[in-house]
């Protein structure tokens, strides 16, 4: 057998085993994302993830292996999309965030008379500004 149809054999056999690892993790990722949205009871929206990065990092035992991130949609009214992802280290679960909307309250402000005018309508209490 020629030395170009061992390195094609060769290559074949790395983009199948590529492919194939990818599924696996896609459906890792997937199975992650499905138990983080049922467990903070929102609902994961079109059933899937997308690939957004892939590349390499070592893990724990100092092993180089293939980071992937993923994205996803998921939903905490039904009427409205919001945005989570994750990223597997090799074929585990490295990290998973869901970006719950964070509502901030800003603080009331008093004029200077209404100020005043609760001082003096309340004596007892103080004004904590």
């Known amino acids: 057998m020629p030395l170009t149809e061992s390195f094609f054999i060769l290559f074949l056999g790395a983009a199948i085993w590529y492919g194939l690892a990818t599924l696996k993790a896609r459906e890792t990722g997937m199975q992650a994302a499905r138990a983080a949205c049922c467990e903070e009871g929102v609902q994961l929206l ?11 990092a ?21 009427d409205n999309r919001r945005a989570g992802s994750l990223a597997l280290l090799g074929q585990e679960v490295e990290w998973l965030h869901l970006r719950m909307p964070l509502y901030l309250v800003p603080p009331v402000r008093r004029t200077p008379s209404e100020a005043s005018h609760q001082a003096t309508a309340n004596p007892n209490s103080s004004d904590e500004s």
């Open 46 to 56: 079109d059933e899937t993830v997308v690939g957004r990065f892939r590349g390499f």
């Open 58 to 78: 070592r893990d724990a035992d100092g092993q180089l292996r293939i980071r992937r991130h993923y994205s996803f949609e998921f939903s905490d009214t039904g």
